[in-house]
């Protein structure tokens, strides 16, 4: 147990999603000594026994069982006014809704926070130090989820932009796709200083234009998450990319990784967004084509550096 612990009270945290986040999640939570109920279908536990009497309700459910998940708690009877915690990093393909967005819409008088940082769950599962953000509109929330989760091992932030906090780590997917594709067809360091810091521009651009704060983009759930996805073999997107780097095709990576790279379905939700608010989002839009089959790796290079040339920053 964490040195924490006389100052931090043990509660009752059920942890929807067992995957490799939930999983996770539910080891740093047991290490500050609380009680986790963790919920999968796969693990075919009941829903309504596992959310019984909790303190706090964490969603680390990949974004496509986001809204079935919300739907089946409905039916149910959530603790009053408990926080709901969403970890999920992705954009709902009907609503073009963030996950914050939907549990926010079906549980209106919750407090909602995200939680989201550079956080290969891997890593975690090993005991590494890391840190994250937890962020809310109801700071009181985000600090009950800070004290849940902090410990000498994984430092925990609040933030007070939940938006920008779930942005960044969201759109930082479908760069760690690009960060794959300049890896695996090794066009040095150079590029890919150039593509990470065009890129943060890029999640600032369209971020901000979403509600998101222009300083959380620099922060842990921002450039920091950026910095870890884009340059480790352990992310999932980033494999991605690598992998189409290697002339494979998508469904092969996808196929071989056998779980969930949410920076495909970003990526077509981001680009539909982009197109919807005539933000520019060039290096997304490169992403989009090579995932949809409309141009190669190589070519999406090229496209890149023959843009029309153009000032760094408008000052
Ligand atoms: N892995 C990581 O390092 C990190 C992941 N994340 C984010 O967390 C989310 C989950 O990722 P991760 O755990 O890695 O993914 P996994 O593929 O390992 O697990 C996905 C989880 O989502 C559940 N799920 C999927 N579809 C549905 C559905 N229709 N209804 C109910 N449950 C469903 C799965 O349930 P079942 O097992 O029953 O199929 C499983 O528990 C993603 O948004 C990811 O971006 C964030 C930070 C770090
Ligand atoms: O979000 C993550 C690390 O912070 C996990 O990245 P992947 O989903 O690409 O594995």
Redesign the pocket.
Known sequence: MSDSSVSNPPLKIAIL??????SALAKLANYNGHTVYLW???LGNSLAESIHSIDVLVS??????VT??IDQLHSLKLPDQIPIVT????LDPDSTCTPSQLWGRGFPDHPIVVLSGP???AEIQQGLPAATVVASEDLEAAKIVQRVFASNRFRVYTSSDPMGTELGGTLKNVIAIAAGVCDGLQLGTNAKSALLTRALTEIIRIGTHLGGKTETFFGLSGLGDMLTTCNSALSRNYRVGYGLAAGKTLEQVLTELG??A?GVNTTNVLIEIAHRERIPVPISWQVYQLLNHQITPQKAVESLMERDLKPEFYL
């Open positions: 999603g067992a995957g490799a986040w939930g999968s279908r796969r680390a459910i990949s974004m496509r069982g079935a998940t970890a999920t990093k992705g956080n290969l769950s779980s969930t949410e």
